[in-house]
């Protein structure tokens, strides 16, 4: 994750392992406080493992590839908006799981299927597909929130005008 709360969270869950010399599977510590934090605490491409158990002990993290794997790969992010959220990106993660009519099929159909596509295009370090796979998640991600009462957008304009660069540049680039 990227929010603060995300890499705070995996900074405090690593060191209260470190402190109480715990064997406890970090990322498991760090979603307890946030959901995006288990992935914070590897390095690499990581993926948030659903899990089964009724206790979430198997809902963790685990690293697909390390940092050093797709070197080429680089992120760049870019804030559009610095003040606080209206919506804490807890309360609008629990209004979409709560009531937005798309989360289920995210949950039980779109997020698997892309995992495997994903983990698949990483693995043949396959930017193309990699990229057509992140923003077709991204805008249903979107949706998701944006159909949760209340409406959940943390989009604003100059998030349009960037997507609406990247897609410009993709169809240029090929």
Same mark, same amino acid.
């Given at each position: 994750? =990227?929010?603060s $709360?995300?890499a705070?969270?995996?900074?405090l869950? @690593?060191?209260?392992?470190?402190?109480f %010399?715990?064997?406890i599977?970090?990322?498991?510590?760090?979603?307890?406080?946030? !959901?995006?934090?288990?992935?914070?605490v590897l390095?690499?491409?990581?993926?948030?493992?659903k899990?089964?158990?009724?206790?979430?002990t198997d809902?963790?993290?685990?690293?697909h590839?390390d940092?050093?794997?797709?070197?080429? =790969?680089?992120? =760049?992010?870019?804030?559009?908006?610095a003040?606080k959220? *209206?919506?804490?990106?807890?309360?609008?993660?629990?209004y979409? #799981?709560? %009531?937005?009519p798309?989360?289920?099929?995210?949950? %039980? *159909?779109?997020?698997?299927?892309?995992?495997?596509?994903?983990? *698949?295009a990483?693995t043949?370090?396959?930017?193309?597909t990699?990229?057509?796979?992140? =923003?077709?998640?991204?805008e249903?991600?979107?949706?998701?929130?944006?159909s $949760?009462?209340?409406?959940?957008?943390y989009?604003?304009d100059?998030?349009e005008?960037?997507?609406?660069? #990247?897609?410009? @540049?993709?169809a240029h680039? !090929?």
């Amino acid at each position: 994750g =990227m929010a603060s $709360s995300a890499a705070g969270l995996s900074a405090l869950a @690593f060191a209260l392992a470190k402190l109480f %010399n715990s064997p406890i599977d970090v990322s498991i510590l760090a979603r307890i406080g946030s !959901g995006s934090a288990c992935r914070s605490v590897l390095g690499g491409f990581v993926k948030w493992n659903k899990g089964t158990q009724k206790d979430g002990t198997d809902c963790k993290a685990s690293q697909h590839v390390d940092e050093a794997y797709w070197p080429e =790969m680089q992120v =760049m992010c870019l804030v559009t908006k610095a003040e606080k959220k *209206e919506i804490s990106s807890t309360k609008g993660m629990r209004y979409a #799981v709560e %009531n937005s009519p798309l989360m289920e099929g995210r949950i %039980n *159909e779109r997020v698997p299927e892309r995992m495997a596509a994903i983990s *698949e295009a990483i693995t043949k370090r396959d930017f193309a597909t990699f990229g057509d796979i992140t =923003m077709v998640d991204c805008e249903d991600f979107r949706d998701v929130c944006k159909s $949760s009462t209340p409406c959940v957008n943390y989009w604003t304009d100059k998030t349009e005008q960037i997507i609406a660069l #990247v897609k410009a @540049f993709n169809a240029h680039a !090929g």
